[in-house]
């Protein structure tokens, strides 16, 4: 008994998640396609109608079934009984969906398709942000090479400039002193 009830549970949320793919697939296909919102938006509304039912009748069967007083032969038959009636509608619904995907199945190769162009166009970005953040770091790090080596020419210069001084008090020296001798 309990099992079969945690079974009807499971198809329960199973078809549940397929309503919700499903709505999220229309959702994706109305904002890409809008001239056919009506369209969509139909079949959306009989798709959500259809689950009520399902969901309405499941949960008056169980209802009846928990309601109902337990006859002499054990209630697992009736439970049986319950899923072969559940199992047409579940497979109308399978069919009402391959329909539904069938029909959208242009769209959905096209929805892929931008979906695919969309990751392109985003790991180019991405490349090119990264290529960006490359070439500042390189001219950061040229920035400071080029300040470093403006440093080291100063220095060098300054360098220079003392030796040519030292150089020239010196001959002026020496040669002061060689012309007084």
């Known amino acids: 008994m309990l099992l079969l009830l945690l079974l009807l ?5 199973l ?8 709505l999220l697939l229309l959702l994706l296909l109305l904002l890409l396609l809008l001239p056919l919102l009506l369209l969509l938006l139909l079949l959306l509304l ?6 009520l039912l399902l ?5 008056l069967v169980l209802l009846l079934l928990e309601l109902l007083p337990p006859p002499p032969p054990p209630p ?4 049986l009984l319950l899923l072969l009636l559940l199992l047409p509608l579940l497979l109308l619904l399978l069919l009402l969906l391959l329909l539904l995907l069938l029909l959208l199945l242009p769209l959905l190769l096209l929805l892929l398709l ?13 490349l090119l942000l990264l290529l960006l953040l490359l070439l500042l770091l390189l001219l950061l790090l040229l920035l400071q090479l080029l300040l470093l080596l403006l440093l080291l020419l100063l220095l060098l ?3 220079l400039l003392l030796l040519l ?10 040669h002061h002193h060689h012309h007084s001798q």
């Open 15 to 22: 078809l549940l998640l397929l309503l919700l793919l499903l």
């Open 76 to 79: 697992p038959p009736r439970l």
């Open 114 to 126: 931008l979906l695919l162009l969309l990751l392109l166009l985003l790991l180019l970005l991405l």
């Open 46 to 51: 009989l798709l959500l109608l259809l689950l």
């Open 55 to 59: 969901l309405l009748l499941l949960l």
């Open 165 to 174: 001084l030292l150089l020239l008090l010196l001959l002026h020296h020496h």
């Open 157 to 159: 210069l300054l360098l």
């Open 9 to 13: 549970l499971l198809l329960l949320l």
